[in-house]
Every structure is written in C-alpha cells, then in structure tokens.
C-alpha cells in the first residue's frame, strides 16, 4: 500500500469553526488532492497540488483553502465549518511521468459539523 | 448528461458467476481509465488500468471502446471478496492529472 496517511481520521465539530485535515505521504509523489464523497455525488475533488506552494481549484473549492509547503504535507482548511461540510474526505497521490496518472488513496477523514 | 455515468446498481450473484460491469464517459478527449474497487468505509483502491487493446488480470478483465465512449469491466468466478462498489475512473479532458469519478456500482457476491 502507498505510504499515505490522513489526520485526524474522525472529527466532530460545530458549525462556525475552523478545521484543518493533514495529509501526509511518504512517496515522494508531486501531485496530491482533497476529494469529498457523499452519497448520491460519488466522489469529488476540492483542491489539488502540482508541486509545492502550486495549488489549484477543484469543482467543489468553496469554502475551503489548501496549503501545501512540503512535498509531503497537503493541508485542507475548513475556514468556518457548515453543515453541508460533514463528509468523508480523501487525500490522494499521484506521480508525472507514469502514463496513465494513477491516484492512490489515503484512508480517509469522517469529519461531521454539528 | 453526467461526465461518467455506470450501470445502477446493486448486481448481487451467486459465488462462481461471471458479472460485468459497464461505464459510457462523455468527454471524447479523455485519455486515461481506470477501475478502483471501494469496500463499505474504506477509501478507493486501484483495481487496473484500462488500456486501448482492452487488458487481463486473473479474474478481471477491462475492455474500452473509444468510439462508443464505452468501459467494461469483467469479473470470472465472483468470490465473497469481491463484494465492493466498482468505481469507473476517467482523466478529465486532456488534462492527465484531474479524473472523473462515476458514481459506482454496487456488488455483493452471495454464497
């Protein structure tokens, strides 16, 4: 299994608070993206990373921001959580140079906002 | 009409059968496919790439069809643990680092 992790792995939170998930990856790998998965919408992306401090929108950027100052570090921030965040949340990898840009997956955020 | 769309599910077959799975993608410019399996709570894996000449694993096979805009997937002699959601995966447009997520077909493989 690829070397991602995520942090934390289930986060309850009220409505109005900031929140912050971690991804962590030991593979050296450039690309990294946040996806949601909710049930009816299957998964989709938020934000992803092409390289340090290079971050661009997915289709579902609103409301959240991304930092990225390590290879191995990409950071989602909820800046004040609503309702409509409660989700399930993936980090995922990917390497340039391999043809078909396969992602691996982390294991996942629950995150519910009360 | 949705990016990806798959088969509605859930197929539930008995242990031994054949069962196939297919996905039709929108966008003609697409150049990557995948297959990732999904267990209930756990995050996606990648089952295989789908290549242009259609490819084998064991038990899985995947055929694509560009003019149809068309994936499959094939899986000889279900087992138990292949009861997952099956998730059809396509690169956005041309643009190899963003995919397409279809919204997944449902298995369960009954004794």
């Known amino acids: 299994d690829a070397g991602i992790t995520q942090s934390p792995r289930h986060k309850v939170t009220e409505t109005g608070t900031p929140v912050t998930l971690r991804c962590h990856q030991t593979e050296n790998h450039r690309y990294m993206y946040w996806y949601r998965q909710d049930p009816g919408h299957g998964l989709r992306l938020i934000h992803y990373?092409?390289?340090?401090?290079?971050?661009d929108k997915g289709e579902v950027s609103d409301g959240y921001s991304v930092s990225r100052s390590k290879t191995e570090d990409f950071l989602l921030t909820l800046e004040s959580a609503t309702s409509s965040q409660t989700s399930v949340y993936f980090c995922?990898?990917?390497?340039?140079?391999?043809?078909?840009?396969?992602?691996?997956f982390g294991p996942g955020t629950r995150l519910t906002v009360t | 009409r949705k990016e990806v769309e798959q088969d509605p599910g859930p197929f539930n077959v008995p242990e031994g059968a054949t069962v196939a799975f297919n996905c039709t993608y929108s966008?003609?410019?697409?150049?990557?496919f995948f297959w990732y399996r999904q267990d209930c709570r756990k995050e996606p894996k990648l089952l295989m790439s789908v290549y242009s000449s259609g490819n084998e694993d064991g038990r899985f096979t995947a055929q694509l069809n560009r003019a149809s805009q068309y994936i499959s997937l094939l899986i000889r002699d279900s087992k138990l643990s292949d009861s997952a959601t099956y998730l059809c995966?396509?690169?956005?447009?041309?643009?190899?680092?963003?995919?397409?997520f279809g919204p997944g077909t449902s298995l369960s493989v009954i004794p």
């Open positions: 995966v396509v690169s956005a447009e041309t643009s190899y680092d963003k995919v397409i």
């Open positions: 966008n003609s410019a697409s150049q990557s």
């Open positions: 990373s092409y390289g340090v401090k290079d971050t």
């Open positions: 995922a990898i990917s390497e340039p140079g391999q043809v078909l840009y396969e992602q691996y």
